[in-house]
Nanobody, 116 residues
Framework: QVQLVEFGGGFVQPGGSLRLSCAAS????????MGWYRQAPGKQRERVAV???????TYADSVKGRFTISRDNAKNTVDLQMNNLKPEDTAVYYC??????????WGQGTQVAVSS
C-alpha cells in the first residue's frame, strides 16, 4: 500500500503561480510513475502531468510550457509548479502513484482556484 498526502493549492489570480507537493509513504519501493490529475466541476478527471522513476515526463497539451513536474526519489515526493495560471485551471488536483503492479493510489485532493 502507498499513502499520498498533498500540500499546496489555494486561490490565485490569473497569471499567478502555485506549487503543489505530494509526499508518498508506505510501499514506496514499488512506485513507478507519479503524477498529478485534476477534476473540474462537472468534468471527468484528467491527467495533468506524470513523471517516471527515471525522470521522463508527460504533460497535457493544455499545461505545456506553464506547468513543471518534478520528483525527488530520495524524499519520495513529487511537485507540480504551476505558472501563468488560467481560470480554466481551476479544479481539484490529485496526486497519483502507480506501482510496478499497475495499481493506482490517490491523494485526497487539493483545491486550486484561479479567478480575478
Amino acid at each position: 500500500q502507498v499513502q499520498l498526502v498533498e500540500f499546496g493549492g489555494g486561490f490565485v489570480q490569473p497569471g499567478g503561480s502555485l506549487r503543489l507537493s505530494c509526499a508518498a509513504s508506505g510501499s514506496i519501493f514499488s512506485i513507478n510513475t507519479m503524477g498529478w490529475y485534476r477534476q473540474a466541476p462537472g468534468k471527468q478527471r484528467e491527467r495533468v502531468a506524470v513523471i517516471t522513476r527515471a525522470g521522463s515526463t508527460t504533460y497535457a497539451d493544455s499545461v505545456k510550457g506553464r506547468f513543471t513536474i518534478s520528483r525527488d526519489n530520495a524524499k519520495n515526493t513529487v511537485d507540480l509548479q504551476m505558472n501563468n495560471l488560467k481560470p480554466e485551471d481551476t479544479a481539484v488536483y490529485y496526486c497519483q502513484a502507480r506501482d510496478d503492479f499497475r495499481t493506482d493510489y490517490w491523494g485526497q485532493g487539493t483545491q486550486v482556484a484561479v479567478s480575478s
